[in-house]
């Protein structure tokens, strides 16, 4: 086998590893690109409409080149780097060949995007910058959440890095050529760096990298996390508040069991449906992350002379796609857990109380809807603020964008649902970011006003609803999930 088809086979495998019984998610995200494409060209003036085509066409490429990176760490086990003779060269050479690749198409994409005079070296070394990140942050995820922390706070770091800042632009404008090469070979450089030898740290981290994608995919597929102590004793000292908090809320809920009532029965029914979405999980996660954020802001304010305003304008985006992807999580994650507790909701339909027929689809989906709705409106307030400490009242598209995929995902037909997959999990998330895009679009460049968006998604969104909504009445029964699939 030629080098080439070495790499070719090394860079494509995550593509051919698909599950090739269910394209219909790779073809709804497909049209939904096209589709977004189609109306920027249709209704955008002719610069707007192909800089959205040009950055459609970018998302995909990084896209692409986030899998191709997952996948390749993956495949760099520390076993085959060790004992398969050329694995771990190869895999090198796959990698520094796919991040030229994503680095030029990015660069190319991107000069389309930015004005004709825009210096080609710095997208080309920001480009290359950005296709490293992506790499790295397949073999440790926290930089994520390192980035969407600190990004808000990059006007406070401007002060001290001046002078390094002056003195890189002054190196720049003398030798640009040479600063560019120097920077890209730092780039190849750390590709290289990101893949393992075969010894004891590489070991360990590959175990602790396995154990991360299998809570994640886990998570995308509705599946209960396994033990906690699987992530060592830190990890389960740190999650065990909300064990305990969630036992008390059950023991509460199995003393006041009214199985007149059909709150009650179905409140003790949502445990075991929602699983690890249930509403108070999901509280207490929120509830963390929050206090998190608010003790760095805390201490950045209490230990430097900060600008508040300067912080929310700069960090707006950031925050609000953080917000967001927290906040309306019930509305894409919740029909797919439905699945996963299948064989306890034939025990669940024996429970005394338990509605049946038209009514059984209702409940489960009114309990959807109930979680859902409250971290929308929730959210959705927090976002409104945010806009307005930033004058960035696009933000409002976020929440307009969610109520038509939460019309449609949360009123699926349990009894028809297939089984999870991680993609599958993404579709939702995906049109609801790519219709939040078509919305801003439409408020920032066609100056659509964001009240006659607002008036038209919630009217839409309601038509959904009731279309659905009636469906669910001669649907077959809810519960056991997927048994007609």
Known sequence: MSAAARHSQVLLAFWRQRDLNAPWGRRFVAALVVLVCAAGLIWLPERASWMLVAGMALLVVLGFWLAVCGNLQEQNHPSAARTVPGHLRTLRHAALAGWALCTALSTLLLWAIFPPNAPWQVLLLSCGFIAVFLLWSSRMVWLWLALTLLSPLTGLWAAPLAPLGRALAAAWQAQTGTMLLLGLLVEAVLVVAAFGDGGARHQARYA??????????????????????????????????????????????????????????????????????????????????????????????????????????????????????????????????????????????????????????????????????????????????????????????????????????????????????????????????????????????????????????????????????????????????????
């Open 208 to 485: 602790r990298q396995t154990l991360m994608r299998n809570a994640m995919r886990m998570q995308l597929e509705g599946k209960q996390m396994a033990n906690p102590a699987i992530w060592g004793r830190a990890f389960e000292w740190l999650t065990r508040p909300y064990s305990i908090a969630f036992d008390a809320w059950q023991q509460r809920l199995l003393a006041r069991a009214d199985n007149g009532d059909v709150r009650h029965v179905m409140a003790r029914a949502a445990i075991v449906l929602h699983g690890p979405q249930h509403w108070l999980y999901q509280l207490m996660a929120v509830g963390s992350i929050a206090t998190l954020v608010m003790s760095i802001f805390g201490i950045v304010f209490a230990t430097t002379p900060a600008d508040m305003s300067v912080i929310f304008r700069n960090g707006a985006f950031g925050m609000g796609v953080a917000i967001a992807s927290m906040g309306y999580n019930p509305a894409f994650a919740l029909p797919g857990v439905l699945f996963q507790s299948r064989r306890e909701q034939a025990l669940l339909c024996l429970l005394p109380g338990m509605p049946r027929g038209a009514a059984l689809n209702h409940a489960v989906a009114r309990l959807q809807l109930r979680d859902a709705f409250v971290g929308w409106l929730i959210t959705s307030l927090i976002l409104l603020a945010l806009g307005l400490l930033a004058d960035s009242p696009w933000l409002l598209c976020l929440p307009l964008a969610v109520l038509p995929i939460s019309a449609i995902n949360l009123t699926r037909q349990p009894a028809r649902l297939r089984a999870p997959t991680a993609f599958s999990a993404v579709v939702p998330v995906f049109a609801f970011f790519l219709l939040a895009g078509l919305l801003y679009l439409l408020a920032r460049y066609q100056d659509v006003p964001l009240w006659l968006l607002a008036v038209s998604t919630v009217a839409a969104s309601a038509a959904l609803f009731a279309w659905r909504w009636r469906a669910l009445g001669t649907a077959p029964a809810a519960l056991p999930a997927g048994r007609l699939a």
